[in-house]
């Protein structure tokens, strides 16, 4: 069935049919599709459009379309061109030509527009719920490891020291970004295109402010044009997950550093590894590297939507039909990678002497000592020569800055004396960081709990 089949004189071939089709993809968006239609038969009702009993038959069978397709009774027919055709069928092919009245002041562009919509506000709050349940996972492991001294790192190499629980709140903050940004999606998504008809509105006495109120739009589209051409809500959704993916590799990348027996920093639990077909000794991060893998996936699906709206011009073309495919992939990819990630980090065990055997080796504690001569009044590019002449020292005697003796720094400053090595314990240049932001432990839990508040 075609509703669109009283111009043609001549059947469509196969080949173009199933070209135009997109009943394979959009045939997941059944239930906003019924849901968009019971709002535009009621609103029917409702102004007089169509008389009151007609439009209650007609909610009522969509109803019962809806609960048959989710019971099983009724299987979608991949056959027709759309969701749209199919639902319509289905109704008329129930109720004759009472269905037929459902269409009335309505074009398939602004139904696509309201049902696509539809579809993603519920999705941009399951991925934001998602990211909230990493989120919190992050705050137990941070509060847990507050005062696990590690070293961190600049250019990949170890530079000052810092706490685990330091390091993972860096991710929190960055999911609390994406967390935002999915928000201010959500906000400029929330306007209801129903009624744009095709391009240009209808001159049936609708009222668009009942159906924005039954589907729970906060307000409605201002232009016609607009409301059927419009997929920047795809567009920012996309791109907002594709930011997403950006943090969760960067994540990925650093637990599959941690596994390796280089660090051993972290090991992943049984239930989110992988061995060797070959070599019996291998355990593999797989998770981390298919999540830093599908980042590239999603970010396609956001040059795809970018690609395919960059030249259309107003109103709706069909091109616009790719714009399904990428979208719904993007948002399927984020969600089966997060629901892989946060319990593979929930389960992972930190392996704090490792960390801080690293911490003691790398002489991240050089800038502690350069600042201890600093606050006995040593300029501090004297202090930092004097500092780095003592670490040169270190690496010829294959020993570090805790362990060598007092008279070999006196012999390069003789401002040195016993109170040095408290000065520059990795614990105490750690927990010294007290400034806000800082790896001071209690900056921390504070940290944690400033965000645990935000997501409640």
């Given amino acids: 069935m075609q509703l669109w089949k009283g111009r043609f004189q001549k059947e469509l071939s196969k080949t173009t049919n199933d070209f135009n089709s997109s009943i394979s993809f959009d045939s997941r968006m059944y239930k906003e599709d019924i849901e968009g239609s019971i709002a535009h038969a009621t609103m029917l009702g409702k102004c007089g459009i169509i008389k009151e009993e007609d439009s209650q038959e007609i909610v009522s069978g969509l109803k019962q ?20 055709t199919f639902i319509e069928g289905e109704l008329t092919k129930r109720l004759g030509d009472n269905g037929k009245r459902l269409h009335t002041s309505r074009s398939r562009n602004d139904q696509v527009a309201l049902d696509i919509k539809l579809y993603l506000k519920k999705e941009v709050k399951k991925v934001k719920t998602m990211i909230e349940e990493l989120v919190a996972v992050l705050c137990d492991k941070a509060e847990k490891y507050s005062d696990t001294v590690m070293p961190g790192y600049t250019h990949l190499q170890r530079a000052q020291p810092i ?20 928000e201010d999606c ?13 391009l240009a509105g209808t001159t049936y006495p609708i009222d668009r402010s009942i159906t924005a109120s039954l589907l729970g739009f906060e307000r409605i589209t201002n232009n016609s044009l607009d409301g059927v051409s419009d997929r920047d809500y795809c567009i920012e959704f996309a791109s907002v997950l594709s930011i997403v993916m950006v943090h969760l590799s960067r994540f990925s990348e650093e637990i599959i550093m941690w596994c390796s027996w280089e660090f051993k920093f972290v090991e992943l639990d049984d239930a989110f590894s992988t061995g060797s077909s070959i070599m ?18 999603v970010f396609g699906d956001t040059m795809t939507l970018l690609t395919v709206m960059k030249g259309i011009a107003l109103a709706y073309n069909k091109d616009m039909q790719e714009d399904k495919e990428a979208i719904f992939d993007a948002v399927d990819t984020v969600k089966m990678c997060l629901t892989a990630f946060t319990p593979m980090i929930d389960t992972m065990k930190v392996l704090p002497q490792n960390m801080r055997k690293a911490a003691a080796g790398g002489f ?27 670490v040169a020292l270190c690496i010829e005697k294959g020993t570090t800055l805790e362990e060598l003796p007092l008279e070999e720094y006196k012999k390069i400053c003789d401002v040195f004396d016993e109170g040095l090595y408290a000065e520059i314990s990795l614990e105490k240049c750690a927990n010294e960081r007290k400034v806000l932001g800082g790896p001071n432990s209690e900056n921390v839990k504070a940290q944690a709990k400033r965000i645990r508040e935000l997501l409640s």
């Fill in 186 to 198: 959500y906000k400029r998504m929330d306007e209801m295109p129903l009624g744009s008809c095709a």
């Fill in 163 to 182: 706490t685990f629980g330091h390091h993972i709140l860096a991710y929190a903050e960055m999911f609390l970004r994406d967390i935002s940004r999915l």
């Fill in 65 to 84: 379309i809806l609960s048959d397709i989710e019971s099983g009774a009724l299987q979608i027919d991949m056959e027709a061109e759309d969701i749209h």
């Fill in 280 to 297: 019996p000794q291998k355990k593999n991060p797989d998770i981390a590297e298919l999540v830093r893998g599908k980042s590239g996936r």
């Fill in 364 to 390: 991240i504690n050089a800038t502690d000592c350069a600042d201890y001569l600093t606050k006995k009044g040593v300029p501090f590019r004297d202090a930092y020569k004097a500092t780095g002449e003592i």
